[in-house]
């Protein structure tokens, strides 16, 4: 279990700010259903969400969850005061935290939705299973592979519903070409391309003249386990604004490649790559951030391919390019040995390899529809099922992801192996996929073993 003297912070039940110690001790998180407390897990009980991160994001997950029958907003958690209090004008009855861990404490929250800037996740989502919490967790899931392989061990060691949010699996679009492509309807497939693309051109997302903290944000607590800067107004605006960051939130590509590489994962039934190599750097954009403004990973999976395109200065995209102005686009390609098909978001089309697709039929609707991401959530948090997005199965769209920032960063092709889920061979690169988070801030080690 964590405990305070491990982590800042202004209060610790109102009690470290008057003793002037950060020593004060901790009581062991137990969930309600364990203490016998009327909670989730029942098909006629309530659950009772609470929300980390009062962003634009963690407002909308909130809306779709509260939408259900059976949950009530109890709580919920932001450094950010003018973003806590939005929230709480919304749900009266929800109590309000500046520390997050403050809102984990609470017995009468089941669970908790975490949509806070990326470098929180993994913490957060450990802490709140620690704390018997079931997660909903906004995607990237993590930036790091030992964040990744730490945030499944925790939920499965502490028996936790996990769902991340990659809410456009729920599309009957992607439902319809997993169908397709796992009923060989174009061949066998040996590539896949997948890419997004906007053009924020030379002046990217701008500069911060030296805009003071606002009164009302911790900023100490905003920049939690990551290195501390300097208060930037447009890094903290938005999730648009963190990507172009990497210590923040690792970049575009984890930003946006969890809800389009989960396509191709889910389709072909993917495990781990054995063999990542990325390509890219800052070549025009010049303002406060530091992420690529060009990013190409290449991933070699057992007898197939896939690559990624993120580019920031440009937004040709092919086929699904319309209008020729800048905007943000992004696609799927399966190419297989009779078509391709090629897919975003709300389409999908196949272009057939001359007459190797001749009289051959798509395959019937199969995949049931879903409820929406947030509410299968709360189904499962009822019945004790994993959702589909589970962390169990996103693990496999998030890894790809850190390991190409990985090469990126190290500027050389990482070896991984998919059994024991190690990279091979490569001593800095396996010590750089473990993070080291600002102390007094530790990264749970216990949890790199299942």
């Known amino acids: 279990?964590?405990?305070?003297?491990?982590?800042?912070?202004?209060?610790?039940?109102?009690?470290?700010?008057?003793?002037?110690?950060?020593?004060?001790?901790?009581?062991?998180?137990?969930?309600?259903?364990?203490?016998?407390?009327?909670?989730?897990?029942?098909?006629?009980?309530?659950?009772?969400?609470?929300?980390i991160g009062c962003g634009g994001m963690g407002q909308a997950n909130?809306?779709?969850?509260?939408?259900?029958?059976?949950?009530?907003?109890?709580?919920?958690?932001?450094?950010?005061?003018?973003?806590l209090n939005a929230v709480l004008k919304k749900y009266p009855?929800?109590?309000?935290?500046?520390?997050?861990?403050?809102?984990?404490?609470?017995?009468?929250?089941?669970?908790?939705?975490?949509?806070?800037?990326?470098?929180?996740?993994?913490?957060?989502?450990?802490?709140?299973?620690?704390?018997g919490k079931d997660i909903y967790l906004q995607k990237p899931m993590t930036l790091h592979l030992g964040e990744s392989l730490a945030v499944r061990n925790a939920v499965k060691r502490h028996q936790r519903i996990s769902q991340i949010g990659t809410q456009i699996h729920a599309s009957e679009n992607y439902r319809r070409v997993v169908e397709k492509i796992r009923a060989g309807y174009i061949g066998k497939v040996s590539t896949v391309r997948t890419f997004n693309v906007m053009n924020q051109g030379p002046e990217g997302i701008g500069h911060d003249p030296g805009t003071p903290c606002p009164p009302d944000l911790d900023w100490e607590m905003w920049i939690g386990?990551?290195?501390?800067?300097?208060?930037?107004?447009?890094?903290?605006?938005?999730?648009?604004?963190?990507?172009?960051?990497?210590?923040?939130?690792?970049?575009?590509?984890?930003?946006?490649?969890?809800?389009?590489?989960?396509?191709?994962?889910?389709?072909?039934?993917?495990?781990?790559?054995?063999?990542?190599?990325?390509?890219g750097g800052r070549y025009i954009i010049q303002d406060d951030g530091d992420a690529p403004d060009v990013q190409e990973i290449l991933w070699q999976y057992p007898n197939l391919?896939?690559?990624?395109?993120?580019?920031?200065?440009?937004?040709?995209?092919?086929?699904?390019?319309?209008?020729?102005?800048?905007?943000?686009?992004?696609?799927i390609y399966f190419h297989g040995v009779d078509?391709?098909?090629?897919?975003?978001?709300?389409?999908?089309e196949v272009v057939p390899e001359g007459d190797r697709m001749k009289d051959r039929k798509p395959p019937e609707p199969s995949i049931p529809p879903s409820p929406g991401h947030e509410i299968e959530w709360v189904n499962c948090i009822k019945t004790r099922?994993?959702?589909?997005?589970?962390?169990?199965?996103?693990?496999?769209v998030d890894v790809p992801i850190v390991l190409g920032n990985l090469a990126y960063r190290l500027g050389r092709s990482i070896q991984f192996d998919p059994e024991k889920e190690q990279i091979v061979g490569d001593e800095e690169a396996a010590r750089l996929a473990v993070p080291t988070y600002r102390a007094p801030w530790k990264f749970p080690e216990e949890y790199l073993k299942g």
């Open 305 to 331: 391919t896939m690559t990624w395109m993120g580019n920031l200065v440009n937004s040709y995209g092919f086929d699904f390019h319309g209008e020729p102005v800048p905007k943000r686009r992004l696609g």
């Open 93 to 131: 009855g929800a109590k309000g935290f500046k520390d997050y861990r403050q809102l984990l404490e609470q017995k009468d929250v089941d669970a908790v939705i975490i949509a806070t800037p990326p470098h929180w996740h993994a913490l957060q989502a450990i802490h709140a299973c620690e704390a």
């Open 62 to 83: 909130l809306a779709n969850t509260a939408q259900h029958p059976d949950v009530v907003v109890a709580a919920a958690a932001d450094p950010w005061e003018q973003r």
């Open 385 to 396: 099922e994993q959702p589909s997005c589970s962390v169990f199965y996103h693990v496999k």
């Open 339 to 348: 078509g391709t098909l090629y897919a975003n978001y709300s389409m999908h």
């Open 1 to 51: 279990m964590f405990q305070p003297h491990d982590i800042p912070r202004r209060t610790f039940l109102g009690q470290s700010a008057k003793a002037g110690t950060l020593g004060v001790a901790v009581p062991m998180f137990v969930s309600s259903t364990v203490l016998g407390e009327e909670g989730s897990g029942g098909a006629n009980e309530k659950v009772r969400v609470g929300l």
């Open 225 to 279: 386990p990551a290195p501390m800067r300097p208060y930037n107004k447009i890094l903290a605006a938005s999730a648009y604004h963190h990507g172009s960051w990497m210590d923040y939130s690792g970049g575009w590509t984890p930003g946006m490649a969890p809800h389009i590489i989960d396509l191709p994962i889910w389709a072909l039934d993917l495990h781990y790559p054995i063999r990542v190599h990325c390509s």
